[in-house]
């Protein structure tokens, strides 16, 4: 997970140096930012974890005692529109109504026995991210910018009878980068955005259980939150 922001990063930093080493041209749809809305849609992957903070707890009666980790990647769709309002010549307040469609492995297991168990938290997030935009001056037929907002999500792939049940309602922070691609009749615009979950998602009450003993997955947990790195392309 690690690496591969790393590695985006890096590209993205190499992307926005090549676009401003290149020499004037002609430009294409010279007047598209001069209106004061804009809109769009887009289409794109992203990577869904779930980080896990461990209890400790072990039950009296057993002596079990389950740690559990998010262990693979959880590549998924992203898919949306875009409205966006001009404040200032650099400076833009957008919405983005998006569906993620994706899903979170978990490995649960035993100190005690070293028994294992695994999970798959499938998602359907419904966001809707507000982010303020700010973008550098126009170069030829790029323009690169970065972003900063909030994302209230809702999962509506929510699962009852569940080892571990997360709370369909989180708020994310979010930041990010892409650049302006002026094509000849639309612009084309790839994006990094990196969201962060800012609560504790872990569904601790659970009266939907019919089987009592699954509640020590639970009681295992002590706090677990989600974040997204998502790469969208838009076209406007």
């Known amino acids: 997970m690690k690496e591969l922001r790393l590695l985006l990063i890096i590209y993205s930093v190499c992307?926005?140096?090549?676009?401003?080493?290149?020499?004037?041209?002609?430009?294409?749809?010279?007047?598209?930012?001069?209106?004061?809305?804009?809109?769009g849609f887009f289409a794109g992957i992203h990577?869904?974890?779930?980080?896990?903070?461990n209890s400790g707890y072990t039950d009296p009666a057993t002596g079990q005692q389950w740690v559990a980790q998010a262990d693979q990647m959880g590549l998924g769709f992203s898919v949306g529109v875009l409205g966006e309002w001009k404040l200032s010549r650099y400076v833009s307040v957008r919405a983005v109504p998006?569906?993620?469609f994706g899903s979170k492995h978990i490995v649960m297991r035993d100190l005690s026995t070293d028994n294992r168990e695994s999970q798959d938290l499938?998602?359907?997030?419904v966001g809707?991210?507000?982010?303020?935009k700010l973008a550098a001056p126009r170069?030829?037929?790029?323009?690169?910018?970065?972003?900063?907002?909030?994302?209230?999500?809702?999962?509506?792939?929510?699962?009852?009878?569940?080892?571990?049940?997360?709370?369909?309602?989180?708020?994310?922070?979010?930041?990010?980068?892409?650049?302006?691609?002026?094509?000849?009749?639309?612009?084309?615009?790839?994006?990094?955005?990196?969201?962060?979950?800012l609560g504790n998602v872990?569904?601790?009450?659970?009266?939907?259980?019919?089987?009592?003993?699954?509640?020590?997955?639970?009681?295992?947990?002590?706090r677990a939150t989600v974040s997204m790195v998502v790469l969208s392309f838009y076209f406007e």
């Open 98 to 100: 998006s569906l993620h």
């Open 202 to 222: 872990l569904q601790k009450n659970r009266p939907d259980l019919t089987d009592p003993s699954q509640l020590i997955y639970t009681q295992s947990i002590e």
């Open 122 to 125: 499938k998602s359907c997030y």
């Open 15 to 39: 992307l926005c140096h090549a676009v401003w080493a290149q020499p004037r041209r002609v430009q294409n749809k010279p007047f598209i930012d001069e209106r004061q809305f804009h809109y």
């Open 128 to 132: 809707v991210p507000i982010d303020v």
């Open 139 to 197: 170069f030829n037929n790029y323009r690169p910018y970065v972003i900063a907002g909030l994302s209230p999500m809702y999962d509506l792939g929510i699962s009852k009878q569940a080892k571990l049940k997360v709370k369909p309602f989180t708020l994310m922070a979010e930041v990010g980068m892409g650049c302006d691609f002026y094509m000849p009749f639309f612009k084309f615009i790839p994006e990094l955005k990196f969201c962060f979950g």
């Open 47 to 53: 990577d869904q974890t779930i980080q896990l903070q």
